[in-house]
């Protein structure tokens, strides 16, 4: 797919032209062409992804007004790049140069929550935290929560495939998508999948939506479904003398055919990070603290269970919480480490490599001996149940060669990762970010059956061009 | 899609050929070529579905065989339907007229189990049962079990997505399939996904091919998530005075936010027909027969919760097995369902209408409904806890009248299943049985979209032509 360069000779001009196009289906205040605002909309949260300036901004408010920007801008010509929050960490949602930044947020209404059929029927621009809380009032719940969770949209959520801390019990937000109604880069709307249980009805065109970035089409619509809500989760906190012994304590309980519904794992660099932002009195001395949790009818017995075989893995402490608000402590630790990280040294490259969770102490020791390699401080948080690893490389991004340094160290990273017989991106996506690595990860063959796939729903390459490939 | 035709003018001279190309890369006895062998493989178990006459059946051992039927077949434009053990019900397995059968049965091997890992890495034509009982003997579960899982082989549950007893808690094949290695129509390898428990990289062609009858690839290697064993599930019987009082207690059930390993429906019709098959004493007066299971560590007071809210919706009985034995001859009565049917009158339709389960009430009166108006006899199981419901046309071949109002009947309860919102398959596939209601079902734009996909994978219409749509 060859990246669409926009209009540039007379950029006032088709600006002009552009927005007037726009404005025929879409009010004035969902037109947005000042260039200091425009500019705001240009990035998502990935360091060293280029972005490019958008001609306009537009936030459509139903789905008739988001055809009608499809098909101005097949018309024109002009690429599309549709954004949600903007969390994400792959610079998917990053600009591309003369764009239409087509921002889904103004598409906010969850449209149906039904407790028999077990699905919510949402909007693209719901808050993944407004969902989970509007269903927790039925008693259900919808698992997928990326630490952005807060503040990530569903929309976003889907076009990245996102994961999150309860992934290793409850799977990812491919298994909650169940249909979609996606406007295509014509401007034609077509829906997929379904809003029952099952259904094999042709290929499965849901799914290939989920974790596209936006390539293939923009999801107005989503049925998602839904579990009932479980108990409580109570968690225990296991502080270990080597990163090794923590992750054999991983596969011990993974082996063991326990199902914890989290299982992650700080390093002492994240650790110590948490601290020093939030001074919330973890170990410091550990080399790696593992949180395991259950969310069974009886957590304790579990987490006993669990405790023993962290200690036969040669854990130092284990600590159960004793109730819900000393769980929530330790979750509140671990959803600080990113940002608890990136207060180190001002800047972050989060990776995402994930692999088999019985090569995960390989995984760990390899980041520490590229550490090492490179002079950087590299803070891995994972979640260790899925052997999914955000080995987080602090630096100083006004100091070149530093930057240099953790752009390779980044990279080395992401190889160790294939070495194991992982992959490059467990949830975070490829975006822009790691455009190179997906076609040493997948090889020519799929890169070229990838690239057919974007061909069919998108002959011009008008949609989120030059990402993933 | 248009179909591919075969030569046909000098059939025993392109046979000769074909033949002999596809002898320099396989073995004399993994090419069959006499009529009367061959002909026995152009069938699966779908009633009403054409098929062809295969010009050549193979049975390759390895990929490498695999790759060289497929570059003989783009060589010699000559069609091919991918095969597992044929038990499929929607002719997707049916030969075309001049057509390589390409049987992956011999290539049945299981090559890795991996417990911390919880993965299984097998060759297409394993059988269902016989992964199951291998991956048990290490405390591990392969969910998906379709009723006739003691023949059926993995490959084929990839083609058809297959689904079983087991979805309503579990889910469908589909949510088991983490990678595959494919041959594409050229011959040309490539893998898809993963091994890892995560993973977005790229276009998730992987849930692509599950489902696609073998119309864009060959599947020759996949690898599956593992759960861990759990305990042996408990069962309930509890009898009903309608079907709608039985489907009123599924939503009840669904609603209280229970999670059964299985919640399945025998209306009075398929309860008969069990009982004159195989003599198992259920209670015939019922009109409805709902069973319940839990495989949690206590099932019986999940059941005790179940069987109330079963009585309060109206149940004239409610009897939880007393032990495993129980249990399991209740789920044997619920597996010889469609083999009781089909003797009622010596041959059925079995269709396979999913709806909303909300909708299950107004499913089960439409099908009666539908019985009476064309004096048909039409039993009914369903996995009701997923809202699929297999309505069984029972008539006699022999009688062109009463088969043809088979077939209308059939049509009719698809109508009725897209009316109240589900689909037209819920697990067993389109094939040919189905492929114009696919068209009624997703539309003109979503079926230029499949269309468009198939001919990115197929450009010569070679795999499986004629299927799906």
Sequence with gaps: ??????????????????????LTGLPAEAVLTDPDVTASY???MASFCDAGTPAVVVLPRTVEQVQH??????????????????????GAANASDGCVVLSLVKMDRILEINPVDRIAVVEPGVVNAALSRAVGEHGLYYPPDPSSWETCTIGGNIGTASGGLCCVKYGVTAEYVLGLDVVL????????GRRTAKGVAGYDLTRLFVGSEGSLGIVVR????????????????????????????VCRIMEGGHVPSLLELMDRTTVKAVNDLAHMGLPETTEALLLAAFDTHDPAADLALVG??????????????????????LLQARRLSLTALEAVKGTTMIDDVCVPRSRLGDMLDGIERVAEKYALTIGVCAHAGDGNTHPT?????????????????????????????GTITGEHGVGVLKKEWL?????????????????????????????LF
């Excluded at 797919?1 to 726009?22: C, Q, V």
């Excluded at 098909?71 to 690429?79: D, K, S, Y």
């Excluded at 490389?393 to 194991?420: H, K, N, Q, T, Y």
């Design 185 to 192: 880069a014509d401007g034609r709307l077509m829906s997929t």
């Design 1 to 22: 797919m060859s990246r669409i360069e926009a209009p540039r000779d007379e950029d006032t001009e088709t600006t002009g032209s552009l927005r007037d196009r726009l």
């Design 69 to 90: 920007v499809m098909r101005v801008a097949t018309e024109l010509r002009v690429p599309v790049v549709p954004q949600g929050a903007r969390t994400g960490l792959s």
């Design 42 to 44: 240009a990035n998502d």
């Design 222 to 249: 989503a049925v998602l479904a839904l579990k009932p809500q479980p108990p409580a989760q109570l968690v225990l906190a296991a502080e270990f003398a080597s990163a090794r012994a923590a992750c054999d304590a």
């Design 308 to 329: 023993a075989l962290c200690e036969a893995a040669g854990a130092t402490q284990v600590v159960p919480a004793e109730d819900a608000a000393e769980s929530e402590l």
């Design 393 to 421: 490389v602090c630096f100083d991004a006004a100091d070149p060669d530093e930057s240099r340094r953790a752009r390779e160290s980044f990279d080395e990273i992401m190889a160790l990762g294939l070495e194991l017989g």
């Design 439 to 467: 076609a040493r990860e997948i090889g020519p063959v799929g890169l070229e059956m990838q690239r057919a796939i974007k061909t069919a729903f998108d002959p011009l390459g008008l949609l989120n061009p030059g990402k």
